[in-house]
């Protein structure tokens, strides 16, 4: 059914307006939810469409429409909203709203590796045997777990995209899957699928939660483990500020950003970098190993001479 609004699709392509594809996305969003109505959501809306009117700018103002009728009363609108995002994010990155045929894992990473916006070397990683039996691990429906909430975050956050001109390149369980299989590459290969297979589980399922770096850099070019590292020294003296400072300019190399903490009243000094990546941990620990005697002698004979000059004494 069309009113003879023109409407402006994803591919620049204008087409006469389909009510009916509007109300079956809408149903579909709503299915087999409590206490909520795909006709509610659609006269909150107030859609005013005009000629030109993209797909995007509808599937948002639904996504808005049925954001602004959770309550907790009505709690199952986050899931409608939710899932009417996820289409708009499955329409984006395959041109389907929920009748998705989702790529083999491979498949999608290779395009992505084409594209730079995945790590190539995560191809020859596996074996296409191997490649296979990872395909049979996802599971493309729990993306249907979401909140209206959580999935906005991970869209906006952590899914790969060009945020130049607002183009994300894959979904949440993609992400997910693509994590488990970079972090468990390099382990023995009679039992790394084995890991990746429970991280994946773990992770898609909402059972333990991402630190950020890694699911945001981690399987992409830049291999991003760890975005900070935390430097305790062992109490606030010379001796023990000396060597972690020289510690945390090992560490840095003049490349790093760095912000000091001193708790009042504590014995703990802290160093936070920030914007490191996992060989600032590889460096943090060889350097440590690699502390000459000579600084810590030169620490404490700062700390004696300091020592004696507060007593009143001459060394």
Not at 205 to 227: C, D, E, M, W, Y
Request: glycine share 4%; proline share 2%; charged share 20%.
């Amino acid at each position: 059914m069309s009113n003879g609004t023109k409407v402006k699709k994803r591919n620049g392509n204008l087409e006469g307006l389909n009510l009916d594809k509007i109300h079956i996305m809408v149903e579909h969003a709503c299915d087999q939810l409590t206490g909520v109505s795909a006709s509610q959501v659609e006269m909150q809306s107030g859609i005013q469409f005009y000629d030109g009117i993209t797909t995007q700018e509808i599937q948002e103002i639904l996504v808005r429409s049925a954001s602004d009728l959770i309550s907790l009363d009505h709690p199952n609108y986050q899931y409608v909203a939710a899932r009417l995002l996820l289409f708009g994010l499955y329409k984006q990155v395959f041109g389907a709203n929920w009748k998705v045929e989702f790529p083999d894992v491979y498949d999608h990473l290779r395009d992505g590796a084409a594209l730079k916006i995945y790590d190539s070397e995560l191809l020859s990683k596996y074996s296409m045997e191997e490649w296979d039996k990872i395909n049979g691990f996802i599971d493309h429906h729990r993306d249907f777990l979401f909140t209206y909430a959580g999935l906005r975050q991970v869209i906006d956050k952590y899914l790969v995209q060009d945020r130049s001109v607002s183009q994300v390149f894959e979904t949440p369980q993609y992400a997910y899957m693509l994590v488990a299989a970079t972090i468990f590459a390099d382990y023995p290969t009679e039992t790394r699928l084995t890991y990746v297979r429970k991280y994946y589980d773990a992770i898609s399922r909402h059972k333990i939660n991402v630190p950020t770096p890694i699911l945001a850099g981690v399987r992409t070019p830049l291999r991003q483990f760890a975005s900070c590292v935390l430097v305790d020294s062992a109490d606030t003296s010379i001796a023990s500020l000396a060597v972690t400072w020289l510690l945390v300019n090992m560490l840095l190399k003049g490349r790093e950003l760095v912000s000091t903490q001193v708790a009042s009243g504590a014995s703990t000094l802290k160093y936070e970098v920030v914007k490191s990546s996992t060989l600032v941990l590889y460096r943090f620990s060889k350097s440590l190993k690699q502390l000459s005697v000579a600084v810590r002698k030169m620490a404490y004979e700062a700390e004696a001479q300091q020592y004696t000059s507060q007593s009143g004494t001459k060394k």
